[in-house]
């Protein structure tokens, strides 16, 4: 840990020492919640966010916040490491190209209903948006979206390829946040919620009806996210065969955006995931760089006071736009082009994800040496975004 905020009702406990004024008042917001458990956790990718600060934990007491799991419920990483240790470059980009036919990018959907993985379909009356999205969401599954979403194809540091995936819930998972944060909204304002409207922060008690068909969804829509990496590793596996003999190995995944049931200083509380990996000890889990730099394959180190979490990745250091406005196109792609990585950077539209919009991955590694260790770094080779 590197800094504690201590003035407010509870601690603001910090895995880095800068952060954006935006997000230090939605800490502090959190900090000051009569339901937050315990103290507030920034991971060292934090930044702000809507409500709550990306990479942010924050542990409630008989409550869920849906603006504290965000609109990509279940939305996280996969990776898979490969049995061949390097590719000629012809090779890379054909496998790249084939990618881009088999999964669509960007608000791209499948032609066909895809049946892969899909989690089996809840009751209507446990799941009403689900069950409203359901026909749709099987066009969606497989499919990569666009933001900071990725498909990339990496050299390990222990030799061999790798494959890493960065997707979420799609459009159903947008529905289902949607939903419940303004159902929450509604009834707080007739409850005369203590909560400032404006923080954002809309809750709903978790004996409630409401609460109960939220939390049933938001886990169908960590499932649904988790399969659809699943369908889209399995089409990258195909891309890679169709022009290697490959074999893969056992695939490793994480979600970042969600609120689960967990027992922390002997106690159950609901705690709430946004842009946060859970790192309990010895745990595998998966942090991104940036498109221009490394990601990492670590092991948690279950530190109590990080409500055992860590880093979903690098973090932004500039918003989308800024980053369009400020960024020169051209420094982006040597940055790129020097490291040898094959990429999509191609106009000011593609500035919102190039390397310099985002923190730098070697100091956010540092800062939490106490929440994870290293088992493998990952630079990329190829990267494919939405």
């Not at 459009?171 to 409850?191: M, P, Q, R, S």
Request: net charge neutral.
């Amino acid at each position: 840990m590197i800094k504690v905020i201590a003035e407010e009702k509870l601690p603001i406990k910090m895995w880095l020492n800068e952060l954006e004024e935006t997000a230090l008042s939605q800490a502090r917001n959190l900090a000051n919640l009569p339901f937050t458990f315990k103290h507030v956790a920034l991971m060292p990718d934090s930044h702000s966010g809507y409500g709550m600060p990306i990479g942010g934990v924050l542990a409630t007491q008989k409550v869920v916040i849906p603006n504290a799991v965000g609109v990509d419920i279940g939305c996280g990483m996969c990776a898979m490491r490969t049995t061949i240790t390097e590719i000629e470059k012809e090779d890379l980009q054909k496998i790249v190209d084939r990618v881009k036919e088999l999964v669509p990018v960007g608000f791209n959907w499948h032609d066909e209903q895809q049946t892969g993985f899909m989690p089996t379909r809840p009751m209507t009356e446990n799941a009403p948006i689900v069950n409203e999205q359901f026909e749709k969401g099987m066009y969606q599954l497989g499919t990569l979206g666009g933001g900071n979403h990725f498909i990339e194809i990496q050299q390990g540091s222990d030799g061999n390829i790798w494959v890493m995936i960065h997707s979420g819930s799609r459009n159903i998972g947008h529905k289902v946040a949607t939903h419940y944060n303004n159902l929450a909204k509604d009834l707080n304002k007739k409850w005369y919620s203590s909560v400032p409207k404006e923080w954002d922060l809309a809750y709903l008690p978790i004996d409630t009806k409401e609460a109960k068909l939220y939390m049933t969804e938001m886990k169908y829509c960590v499932e649904f996210a988790f399969a659809n990496r699943k369908l889209m590793m399995e089409r990258v596996k195909l891309a890679f065969q169709e022009i290697l003999p490959v074999g893969f190995f056992d695939l490793i995944n994480i979600a970042h955006n969600y609120a689960s049931w967990e027992n922390h200083y002997n106690q159950n509380v609901i705690v709430h995931r946004k842009g946060a990996t859970r790192a309990y000890l010895n745990e595998v889990g998966i942090i991104p760089g940036s498109m221009g730099t490394k990601s990492y394959i670590v092991e948690g180190l279950g530190n109590k006071e990080s409500f055992q979490s860590c880093s979903h990745g690098a973090g932004r250091i500039m918003g989308r736009k800024q980053a369009q406005r400020e960024l020169n196109l051209e420094n982006e792609r040597n940055i790129l082009n020097s490291q040898n990585i094959i990429h999509d950077v191609n106009g000011i539209e593609n500035l919102d994800e190039a390397p310099s919009a985002y923190k730098d991955i070697d100091k956010v590694m540092q800062n939490q040496i106490d929440l994870v260790k290293i088992k493998t770094e990952l630079k990329p080779m190829a990267v494919i975004k939405g």
